[in-house]
T-cell receptor, first 110, second 114 residues
């Protein structure tokens, strides 16, 4: 069964303090790894899709990387508006459903 | 392009009452998902549709939950009767079929059962 574990559960940073969020996964044949951002009271907002080990994607202050066992979401010089819960999900061979981790709640203090 | 639309945004009902949620997916998206999200947790799949066919409903509590997707577009998720433990956010998402592409989510319906 596909599984996703995210760490840490919560992370508090000062504005400008770079860090990384981790997503560890087990899946039978990765078809895609997805990062979402979720603000309170809203649905998840799509950020990135990664398909194979070594792949990287960037968007503003965010950079997602992928290995055969985990993915990292690197946040460079974050701003308070980057505060949100970041969700990681995988889609495995033979399954079209997204399996989510529990998320990392990120808080950026000004 | 319009995103996934869900209604209502909020619903408060008494236990044992019925409730229904509605979802309109992104135009052209054949795959539709209903997810359940408890506070502080990631979304969990309830049911997945390919066009009008439910292809994965293994996590749907069929004694009280039902869903339909008439004409392969809009979908309705129903709970009857609701229990206190059903209080959660119900998310609808859609994606293109047969592609390893991302799913796009609606804003969700927050259900409170009292």
């Amino acid at each position: 069964e596909d599984q996703v574990t995210q760490s840490p559960e919560a992370l508090r940073l000062q504005e400008g303090e770079s860090s990384s969020l981790n997503c560890s996964y087990t899946v039978s044949g990765l078809r895609g790894l997805f990062w979402y951002r979720q603000d309170p009271g809203k649905g998840p907002e799509f950020l990135f899709t990664l398909y194979s080990a070594g792949e990287e994607k960037e968007k503003e202050r965010l950079k997602a990387t992928l290995t055969k066992k985990e993915s990292f979401l690197h946040i460079t010089a974050p701003k308070p508006e980057d505060s949100a819960t970041y969700l990681c999900a995988v889609k495995g061979q033979g399954a079209q459903k997204l399996v989510f981790g529990q998320g990392t709640r990120l808080t950026i203090n000004p | 392009e319009a995103g996934v639309v869900q209604s209502p945004r909020y619903k408060i009902i008494e236990k044992k009452q019925p409730v229904a949620f509605w979802c309109n997916p992104i135009s052209g998206h054949n795959t539709l998902y209903w997810y359940l999200q408890n506070l502080g947790q990631g979304p969990e799949l309830l049911i997945r549709y390919e066009n009008e066919e439910a292809v994965d409903d293994s996590q749907l509590p069929k004694d009280r939950f039902s869903a339909e997707r008439l004409k392969g577009v809009d979908s309705t998720l129903k709970i009857q009767p609701a229990e206190l433990g059903d209080s959660a956010v119900y998310l609808c998402a859609s994606s293109q079929r047969d592609k390893n592409t991302e799913a796009f989510f609606g804003q969700g319906t927050r259900l409170t059962v009292v």
